[in-house]
């Protein structure tokens, strides 16, 4: 008796789950609400952005882009799974070199400890450059904060487990100094570690101040994301973020305002 009942209930829920209908028609529920949180627009990529949103919400068996948006706002970690599964992190060492050695020059003319924003960090190819080319040069006192809103990005900036692409524009010997070869991956030194510290944050949210203040802020290759109100919003919280007025903002040579 017991086990024709258990049967007979099993039958309905998924007669239920059958007569759920998926409703992924206006994507541009999901494309606002994602601007207004991180400032990322898919103006011109919305077929992309509801292909890999649909996959996100049949994966967790979510039926819909409300339902979706529900769960978004209700639970902390759904949110921070679709933030991760809609930003990518492509990047390497030495990107963009000549600004990196500006930068050492500056830090080689200041006093005492160097304070370095680094938003985004990505895996953490952009800070590590940094802190490589700032000891080349013989600098210790500096500390480098490295932000991202994209969570397992930051796991792996954390881990400094590169591939032979990542390293593609270092030197052998800058490898050999900075890096451990293991099973045909170049690991960072502690040596370098030592001087970065890597967040989770949202350029966006009110909580972003409680950084603090830098002498220096990297900010490149994250504008090219945001549409041009956004980019000005963006700008404004970055240069607020300055010690001193005395030193510009590092922008990407993609970031145009």
């Known amino acids: ?26 994507i541009k529920l999901i494309a606002d609400y994602f601007h207004k949180e991180t400032g990322i627009t898919f103006d011109s990529q919305m077929s992309i952005l509801k292909n890999k949103v649909v996959a996100f919400c049949k994966n ?33 060492f030495y990107r963009e070199l000549t600004q990196i050695k500006e930068l050492v020059k500056l830090v080689k003319n200041s006093s005492g400890t160097v304070s370095i924003l680094c ?8 800070p590590y450059s940094i802190a490589i080319a700032l000891i080349e040069e013989g600098c210790i006192s500096f500390n480098i904060t490295g932000i991202d809103i994209n969570s397992e990005a930051i796991a792996k900036a954390k881990m400094a487990t590169y591939g032979e692409r990542n390293v593609r524009n270092l030197s052998e010997d800058i ?21 970065v510290t890597f967040k989770i944050a ?17 900010s490149r290759n994250m504008l090219i994301y945001f549409d041009k109100e956004t980019k000005l919003e963006a700008k404004r919280i970055l240069e ?9 903002v590092f922008f990407g040579h993609a970031d145009l305002f």
């Open 202 to 218: 949202n350029l966006f949210e009110s909580s972003f101040t409680s950084l603090g203040k830098f002498d220096f802020i990297f």
């Open 175 to 195: 490898k050999k100094r900075y890096f451990m070869l293991q099973e045909q991956k170049y690991v960072l030194k502690e040596s370098v570690k030592s001087h």
């Open 60 to 92: 967790r068996e979510i039926f819909s882009f409300k339902d979706l948006l529900i769960q978004i706002e209700s639970n902390k970690d759904v949110k921070q799974a679709i933030i991760d599964h809609l930003t990518t992190n492509e990047t390497f």
């Open 240 to 248: 607020n973020m300055r010690k001193t007025q005395e030193y510009n």
């Open 119 to 126: 938003a985004p960090s990505a895996t953490g190819e952009e």
């Open 1 to 26: 008796m017991f086990s024709f009942f258990k049967s007979k209930k099993n039958v309905e829920e998924k007669t239920v789950e059958l007569n759920r209908v998926e409703e992924f028609d206006d």
